[in-house]
């Protein structure tokens, strides 16, 4: 990272855009000048010695001074026309208004937001189908100036995608460490749908409300233990100790028993595993797909869940991800999330209702 910065940085002592002062959180992208280019570098998340990828943003309006770029891939912003993958990626582009820019979307039945739906309605936004199998055809249909995708580690390109000519942006946002971090990538993609005071605006707002809720939950004097997830295909996958859940978890003035962990993803565990770390936890929190829950039926998914001490204690809290936009809002409103957070581990403090989570009361 030091070496990318200091290869950048001598094109220009001044070269850190945005607010002034670059990116606060976020630690794998960074955008500065280079000549009279503002070029984004994203590091990747799984080697901090090398680059994701690298991107020459060219207005519109210089793109007859093209030829003499820098290294990099060229995005000619703003965008008229975009096709995205991911539904928080969706979501934030209709948060700063540039919704009307979205030409295509993957994975249409998992976008909850009801504007978000009635806006991809009412703009007649193509859907092309699932993200691991696109309808490329209806991609080079659309001559889309870039497409959104998830990237992941040894993934080995994006295929059929590369197919429809147009260039791709790796939103590696997921793994930041951090939720500041990681909602602070809004500000690169305002800069590439041409709402960047939007952008900037937003993200200020969310950072100062996730400041307030942290410090007024930091301050109390307990500190709830909290387990996330349950057991998918013989495996229960909780968060690394290092992952933007798990800070979410401090930060809302809760302990989470795998804190020590470095890793900033998922951790495959064994249900023995989890019971002898956290099975004791005051809270439990996991996603669900209907509603029709009760103490009961998770009881009798899996007879170690009656070994929990919130199972025992009727202290479980779900979010039914097919009905409630935890998905499409959380990424880039982590403050909405912690809200929730700070309401299920400390209800004293009187943050209001929960947005997302439920409490299992049957």
């Not at 929190?285 to 170690?304: H, K, Q, T």
Request: proline content about 4%; some cysteine; hydrophobic content about 40%.
């Amino acid at each position: 990272m030091l070496f990318l910065f200091l290869i950048l940085s001598c094109a220009n002592e001044n070269n850190v855009i945005g607010r002034g002062d670059g990116f606060k959180y976020a630690r794998n992208i960074s955008i500065d000048m280079v000549g009279n280019f503002r070029v984004a570098t994203l590091v990747s998340p799984w080697d901090s010695s090398k680059v994701l990828h690298r991107y020459v943003l060219v207005e519109r309006k210089d793109s007859a001074i093209s030829s003499d770029l820098p290294d990099g891939t060229a995005l000619y912003i703003p965008f008229d026309r975009a096709v995205v993958f991911s539904s928080p990626h969706v979501s934030l582009a209709f948060s700063l208004g540039a919704g009307n820019r979205i030409a295509g979307i993957a994975d249409k039945e998992y976008i909850v937001s009801p504007v978000v739906k009635t806006g991809i309605d009412r703009l007649k936004v193509m859907d092309c189908g699932a993200s691991l199998s696109p309808d490329v055809e209806k991609i080079i249909s659309l001559t889309p100036d870039a497409i959104f995708v998830t990237p992941y580690e040894n993934s080995g390109g994006y295929g059929i995608i590369e197919e429809a000519g147009a260039p791709i942006v790796e939103c590696a946002d997921y793994m930041e460490t951090s939720a500041l971090g990681r909602a602070e990538w809004m500000r690169f993609y305002g800069i590439l749908f041409g709402k960047e005071r939007e952008a900037d605006s937003l993200f200020s707002n969310v950072e100062s409300e996730y400041q307030r809720l942290s410090e007024q939950a930091r301050a109390a004097s307990s500190h709830p233990s909290v387990i996330t997830e349950r057991v998918m295909g013989g495996t229960w996958y909780v968060p690394g100790g290092n992952s933007s859940m798990a800070h979410a978890i401090i930060d809302a003035g809760g302990s989470y028993p795998f804190s020590s962990d470095t890793h900033g993803g998922s951790l495959p565990k064994s249900v023995e595993e989890v019971l002898d770390k956290a099975g004791e936890s005051d809270v439990w929190l996991f996603n669900v797909m209907d509603d029709d829950i009760s103490y009961e039926s998770i009881g009798n998914e899996n007879d170690a869940y009656r070994m929990m001490r919130a199972w025992r204690e009727r202290n479980i809290w779900t979010v039914n991800t097919l009905s409630v936009p935890y998905f499409d809002d959380i990424s880039f409103r982590p403050d909405l999330l912690l809200r929730d957070l700070v309401a299920i581990v400390h209800p004293e403090l009187g943050n209001g209702k929960t947005i997302y989570y439920r409490k299992v009361t049957k």
